[in-house]
């Protein structure tokens, strides 16, 4: 199902159920859902470094936007993304996005 070619009848008739069984538990088994979700979840850690280094290639790109925006997006992901802030003072409502408190 994940990272397979092969048909949900083809992996039934490996397995030794029927279709509509593996349709009961991809829908219905919450432990063959949290199975699968597992591995999902495993084969995205996996490709982290890989997407890691895609991001990073792209610092080098010719398009200045793609570099920007790969640029932008690591930073964002570091921790550096600017901050929104909201100051509640008084009557007035005064919002803040990025820059510095200076005003």
């Known amino acids: 199902m994940y990272e397979t070619k092969m048909t949900r009848e083809e992996i039934a008739n ?31 850690v996996n490709a982290v470094p890989r997407a890691l280094g895609t991001m990073i290639g792209l610092l080098n790109a010719r398009s200045e936007l793609v570099r920007f925006n790969a640029a932008k997006d690591l930073l964002d992901r570091a921790g550096f993304a600017p901050t929104d802030k909201v100051d509640l003072s008084g009557n007035d409502i005064n919002i803040k996005i990025g820059g510095t408190d200076d005003g």
């Open 14 to 44: 490996k397995v030794g159920v029927g279709t509509r069984t593996i349709s009961r538990w991809k829908n219905e088994n919450e432990e063959f859902q949290e199975a699968m979700n597992n591995y999902a979840h495993k084969s995205i």
